[in-house]
């Protein structure tokens, strides 16, 4: 027995209100993939804020429909498709998803979207590799601490070099 309309309906509304509180999503392509490592796959994505839907493409192309930041998505919306809300920590979560596809060899990245615009592959893969956000936080930290590191021996060094300087010109003047 199939689903009926009303449940079809809530599935729609579920993906809209994930999709609103979703700031990048990828297609993957699913096909191979055993129930368990779908689940494995999605306790990879969890602790960045990410989740894995899958769901029949009709249903994502009725979610998408008439939103502006997510019609590009319908793209990629042919054969077995499986969908990665990202949330936060897009760079996280695609790597969890690269290891994991490194280890199944099954699946596959087709696109994405970001703020309505396009992902390619590729320009996934490139949001893969940029620092996490613990990462540039600690970056960040490091050039701050050395700029007020710099700016107190600075500090330090005026009265000392006064000092050094008077000290030099007791000297000379007990000689």
């Known amino acids: 027995m199939g689903r009926t309309l009303e449940n ?21 392509d699913y096909r191979g993939l055993s129930v368990a490592e779908i689940t494995d796959l999605r306790n990879r994505i969890r602790p960045s804020g990410a989740s894995c839907k899958v769901t029949k493409n009709t249903l994502m192309r009725k979610a998408i429909e008439g939103s502006d930041d997510w019609q590009h998505l319908s793209e990629f919306l042919t054969e077995s498709s499986a969908f990665l809300l990202l949330k936060e920590d897009f ?74 300087g008077l000290q030099a010109y007791v000297d000379k003047e007990e000689s």
């Open 91 to 164: 760079g996280s979560a695609i790597k969890a998803y690269q290891g994991f596809q490194k280890e199944t060899k099954k699946s596959v990245l087709r696109g994405g979207v970001l703020d309505g615009q396009v992902l390619t592959e590729s320009d996934v893969k490139a949001i893969g590799d940029l620092p996490s956000k613990e990462e540039l936080m600690g970056q960040i930290a490091g050039a701050l601490n050395a700029v007020t590191t710099k700016i107190a021996v600075g500090i330090k060094e005026v009265p000392s070099s006064v000092a050094r």
């Open 8 to 28: 079809k309906q809530a599935i729609v509304a579920d993906l809209q209100t994930q999709l609103d509180d979703t700031q990048m999503a990828v297609v993957i």
